[in-house]
């Protein structure tokens, strides 16, 4: 069993930076995939960014411009957003499954509860 609790969300202008995180529990978080998903008001949970063991992977509208990143130590995730957008505004996800492929195609096992990310143009 894996519980995920984000934070981290909050408002900023555009162009500016926040550092999501992930806190999870379990034993075995350094074997679980792991990823961020969002959902903008009135649109469908988009993916974001996954990390497993074979590196990071991201959407093309955030690359370049975010960062996944681990500490399997601690048992967290976060995301490093920079340059940030109106368009990045959304409730921000943290997933988590033992499967790389399921977490990119959003059907991990367990997932946080999310935390609002506001960005003012």
């Known amino acids: 069993q894996v519980q995920l609790v984000e934070s981290g969300g909050g408002l900023v202008q555009a162009g500016g930076s926040l550092r999501l995180s992930c806190a999870a529990s379990?034993?075995?978080?350094?074997?679980?995939?792991m990823g961020w998903f969002r959902q903008a008001p009135g649109k469908e949970r988009e993916f974001v960014a996954a990390i497993g063991w074979g590196g990071a992977y991201y959407s093309d509208s955030v690359k370049g411009r975010f960062t996944i990143s681990r500490d399997n130590a601690r048992g967290a995730l976060y995301l490093q957003m920079n340059t940030l957008k109106p368009e990045d505004t959304a409730v921000y996800y943290c997933?988590?499954?033992?499967?790389?492929?399921?977490?990119?195609?959003?059907?991990?096992?367990?997932w946080g509860q999310g935390t609002q990310v506001t960005v003012s143009s």
């Open positions: 379990g034993r075995t978080f350094s074997t679980y995939a």
């Open positions: 997933a988590a499954d033992s499967s790389y492929s399921m977490v990119v195609n959003g059907r991990s096992g367990y």
